[in-house]
């Protein structure tokens, strides 16, 4: 059972906005803004789309955005393109003894 | 570009310990802004983070609360290596282990391809 909880599954057509969502507790997501997620294409390592919430590392396109609001955390998928489709993990800073909690994952479909 | 290339065994059995090695290229393990962790993610699950180390005045070293009692986490500084050693494996050690560079917060910035392991009973 993951820390964070994230649904299994969400899907969208091409070009469509797609919002997965991550809950944690007052000890992750609720206290840190240190809130990341991650990108899983088949065959591949993750790649980190998402830092502090909303900051982009250099080269995701901007279609990613991501938000917190109390101890839920979210990613949004704008202009949903083929090459979306990945397994998406979101994790938080935990503090000094846990340190970093991970979601499930969400594996989004483009229809 | 950074690379981590992991070495080790894909099969052990029940008690044995795992050895795991992360050759480093385009980074050092002994950078002053890295953080070097080992992540695991078993079959269907979200990934697991284990320990880190990293350099800033000195050595640091941290666990996981469930992986203190059996995990040790060490750099190689001489080949650029991190290493992970897990003693006393069980079937539920199953997993794809990663090595990840991170930075502050949590936040892990390049994972390694992982590696396969499977502990047999």
């Known amino acids: 059972q993951s820390a964070l909880t994230q649904p299994p599954s969400a899907s969208g057509s091409p070009g469509q906005s797609v919002t997965i969502s991550c809950t944690g507790t007052?000890?992750?997501?609720?206290?840190?803004?240190?809130v990341s997620w991650y990108q899983r294409l088949p065959g591949r390592a993750p790649k980190l789309i998402l830092y502090?919430?909303?900051e982009r590392p250099s080269g995701v396109p901007d279609r990613f955005s991501g938000s917190r609001s109390d101890s839920t955390a979210s990613l949004t998928v704008s202009g949903l393109q083929a090459d979306d489709e990945a397994i998406y993990y979101c994790?938080?800073?935990?503090?000094?003894?846990?340190?970093?909690?991970f979601g499930g994952g969400t594996k989004l479909t483009v229809l | 570009q950074v690379q981590l290339q992991l070495s080790g065994p894909g099969l052990l059995k029940s008690s044995q310990t795992l050895s795991l090695t992360c050759a480093i290229s385009g980074d050092s393990v002994s950078s002053d802004t890295a953080v070097w962790s080992w992540i695991r993610q078993s079959p269907s699950r979200g990934p697991e983070w284990l320990g880190r180390?990293?350099?800033?005045?000195?050595?640091?070293?941290e666990y996981s609360v469930s992986m203190r009692t059996r995990l040790v986490i060490m750099p190689d500084t001489s080949n650029n290596h991190l290493s992970l050693r897990l003693s006393s494996v069980i079937p539920g050690d199953t997993a794809e282990y990663f090595c990840v560079r991170g930075f502050y917060g949590g936040v892990f910035d390049f994972w390694g391809q992982g590696a396969l392991v499977t502990v047999s009973s």
């Open positions: 994790s938080s800073y935990a503090g000094v003894d846990k340190f970093v909690v």
């Open positions: 007052s000890s992750d997501i609720g206290a840190y803004h240190y």
């Open positions: 502090e919430v909303n």
């Open positions: 180390t990293y350099y800033r005045d000195k050595w640091y070293t």
